[in-house]
Every structure is written in structure tokens, then in C-alpha cells.
């Protein structure tokens, strides 16, 4: 008889602090929506006002997800909206001449 495997562990779940997929949607659109780094503070205010407010460990979980999607970057001035790269961009960066 095959033996169960043992689940795996989360590595971004967290007691009190799992986001919904409706969250994690929230604050890719308000980091789209921004055109510029936003604060996580101005985060948490947008979701609020737009009626999906949430809490700083909610944020800070969908935030390390999403990062690690490459989906967002965290700099000094906040959070920043990553586009995807297109595939003619990807390739030139691949086989560019290097500086």
C-alpha cells in the first residue's frame, strides 16, 4: 500500500493573517491603479475606502505573495506594480550583448 505523503508546509499562511483571494485582488488593482510607489499605510486606506478593509498582517501576507509571484516590488518610497515582461522583451534581455 503507497504511504501518504505529508502535506506541505504553508509559506505564506500564517495564524491571523491568511488573505482572501478577493483581498489579493484588491491590492494588485489599487497598486496598478496608483502609477506610482504607494505606502503600505495608503494601501490599507484605499481597501478601506473602497469597502474591503483588511488587516496589516492580511496585507502583509497577500503583499509577500504576491512579491514572490514577481507580481510587485517593495522599495524605499513603498510598494510598486510589476507588469510582465513580454516575450520579445525576455528574449533580448536573454541573448542581448552584455555591458
Not at 478593509?53 to 516590488?73: E, K, P
Amino acid at each position: 500500500m503507497a504511504q501518504v505523503a505529508k502535506a506541505p508546509r504553508p509559506r505564506f499562511a500564517k495564524p491571523g493573517a491568511n488573505p482572501t483571494l478577493e483581498t489579493i485582488e484588491y491590492v494588485l488593482a489599487a497598486l496598478r491603479k496608483a502609477g506610482g510607489p504607494v505606502s503600505r499605510n495608503r494601501l490599507l486606506a484605499a481597501l478601506g475606502d473602497w469597502g474591503h478593509s483588511t488587516t496589516r498582517q492580511s496585507l502583509n501576507a497577500a503583499v509577500n505573495f504576491l512579491g514572490d509571484q514577481g507580481m510587485i516590488a517593495e522599495g524605499s518610497k513603498g510598494l510598486l506594480w510589476v507588469p510582465e515582461a513580454s516575450q520579445e522583451l525576455l528574449e533580448a534581455i536573454r541573448k542581448g550583448p552584455r555591458l
